[in-house]
């Protein structure tokens, strides 16, 4: 018996999530990952049921295995990690069955709330698998919306993590002391993302770093806004893209 289960949304074959300015299962991965890990920090057990990069016949069978590995060893509440996709769509809700299980979708739909996204509110979640056929109260968190560029540019995995966790638990997590160099910095992938890169950095008045070079440098930014390449928090599909997604996000 754990007191947590959760599992990553999608993230094996032929369950795949969706696909917007970033990628659910990239997300779902690094998220859920950070949450167990908050979880333990705080004294919980937990137990991952996500099947990573197993194959499946159908998307069912990803489902059953996590609602089985669920059910198998028992916890008082099963979490389970995923971002929305639909155009126009932003914000955060939380689908849940149970009173039990209502009752913390609320508090962590709030606590995500509180870090600027739209309270979509909680959600029926009698229709979705994994919510109901595990045993214990299950709550499924659309976090933010991939295809979103007001919530992906306010993306940051750790606050969202802290805020799930609050949600959950109760508790605040205890804050590793970083020192931070400064709190805001600009970083651009490639010199083709540079103009966007210095409109973007005016407007948030901050300094701004070839991707590259900052990583090097050792320096320590509270919230990097990465334009452009693999890590951006706002990209297009080429360098075109890139600059009109920027612009879209003033
Ligand atoms: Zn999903």
Redesign the pocket.
Known sequence: MYDYTGDA??NCIPDS??VGIRV?DQLTKELWGLVQSKLKQLGYTVLDCTPYGQSFNKVGGSLGYRVRIANENGSKLHICI??NACPGGHGVEVYATSAAGREVAQRVCNEISKLGYTNRGVKDGSELFVVKYTYMPSILIECAFVDSAEDMNRYNAEAMANAIVKGITGQEVIKESEEFDMNDIVLYFGDADVFAAIMKAQRMRCPLMKESDFNASGLKAENKVIIGGPNGTIKGDDRFKTFKAVGNTF
Request: glycine residues 28%.
């Open positions: 949304g999608h999530g969706a659910e995923h971002f």
